[in-house]
């Protein structure tokens, strides 16, 4: 069995207490994790506090903070395999998918070691004369970072690169399921020579280290992602510090596919944006809302591919889908699938537990045509498309924004004023137009409603760990006039 340690101000500690975490591939227990307490998050908290403003990172340079994320990005690259590893081993997420990811969160960290320096004030022309006025672009402080167990070092690296490149020290919080990989990547962190207390990596459960972490007076900015109801959580908790919050949350992505698009393709990309990742993926294109000139011919498409996956153990190659996270995870996805058919959807393959060790769940198909499913309304996180078909543009659109969510979608078709159209109607953080799944460290990435507030990614995430200081010289060598001597 595998002991995992949490790291605070630059050490590595056992933690007074433990948890065991779960092979979802196997069910069995593979790994001893520490388990943060509250007093554990005060120390990492103060520790942040300290390296802020009294210690060697209070006088690193801009570009001396760029060339230390240089370093961790080539140490990320470096390592890039033992990390999926890790991540496939702790969350059962295949491991095609955690070596390419992976790779990839390298190339944040480097964007935003470029970005570091870049980071400028600016000269006010103010309406006074004999003054000079400036803003300063500061760090905002001390940041709780929370990430779920889905893609943890690609969900933190969108957090911590822009947050380093500002200047800001943070506690990541690792979910409590899957934290092995974030641990490691700690490792990682103390090697590229960040100085301590600058990102302290611990993990716990929500009641004991995720609200202590919240509602921590030193706290000044939460950067949370995961569900909207554990989000409410942390915005109740964030009263009682008035930090801000960046929240990215669930969705309910619509992926529209219209008569002339080419179906092909447009299948492909469907069954990478419900069945990649198990499902588990906050922008899951969950929803196909298909013409319905074609939904029988594309619904036989999506099928054939569906029950072609290749589903197995997520440190095979081979391995297309591998299990749900967690046993909680995979009872949610059969209860909701349950319900759905209870409720009128039909059922168009999948739909079962599979048998044996591990939680692994089909890859589903859900007819909803004309049923008012569950299905259509509720997250699954697991590999469950739901479909309805339309009629007009107008009518694509109406299905589209049916939701209280608003994170990403997907429009296919051949017909560019159509697709401008849908750019400007549907109501999401994201749309992708003959594409689906691409990001990019250079693209800002966020939701709205009930998938969140802020964005991730790009420049504008940086200057999100930001505060601006308004600086007032006066130019004139002439004493101020004495306020109450009457002239």
Known sequence: MQRFQYYIDGEFLDGEARFQSIDPATGDVWADMPEARESDVDRAVNAAEKALYDGPW?????????????????????????????????????IRETSAQIAYVADYYRYYA???????????????????????????????????????????????????????????????????PLLEFARLVHEAGFPAGVVNIITGFGPSCGAALGRHPKVVHIAFTGGPETARHVVRNSAENLASTSLELGGKSPFI??????????????????????????????????????????????????????IGPPLEMATEVGPLATKRQ???????????????????????KLDGDGYYFQ??????????????????????LSVVSFETEAEALKLANDTRYGLASGVFTQNLTRAHRLMKGIRAGVVWVNTYRAVSPIAPFGGFRLSGQGREGGLAAALDYTRTKTIWLRTSDDPIPDPFVMR
Not at 114 to 138: H, N, Q, T
Not at 334 to 346: F, I, P, W, Y
């Open 257 to 310: 596919v219209f008569a002339d698009a080419d179906l092909e393709s447009a299948a492909n990309a469907q069954v990478a944006g419900i069945f990649a990742a198990t499902g588990q993926s906050c922008v899951a294109g969950s929803r196909l809302i298909v013409e319905r000139s074609v939904k029988d011919a594309f619904l036989s498409i999506i099928k054939r591919k569906a029950e072609a996956i290749r």
């Open 330 to 352: 995979q009872d949610h996805v059969a209860a909701l699938v349950d319900k759905s058919v209870q409720s009128g959807a039909r059922l168009v393959t999948g739909g079962q």
């Open 58 to 94: 209070a006088k690193t340079t801009a570009t001396q903070r760029g060339k230390l994320l240089y370093k961790l990005a080539d140490l990320v690259a470096a390592n890039a395999q033992k990390l999926a590893e890790l991540e496939t081993r702790d969350t059962g997420k295949i």
């Open 114 to 180: 470029g970005l570091a320096d870049k980071i400028e004030g600016s000269y006010l022309p103010i309406d006074k004369p004999d003054m000079d006025v400036w803003l300063r672009r500061e760090p905002i402080g001390v940041v709780a970072m929370m990430v779920p167990w889905n893609s943890q070092l690609f969900l933190s690296a969108v957090k911590i690169g822009p947050a380093l490149a500002a200047g800001c020290t943070m506690v990541v919080k690792a979910s409590e399921d899957g934290p092995a």
């Open 363 to 384: 890859p589903t198909i859900l007819d909803c045509d004309g049923v008012t499913s569950p299905s259509l309304a509720e997250e699954f996180f697991g590999p469950v």
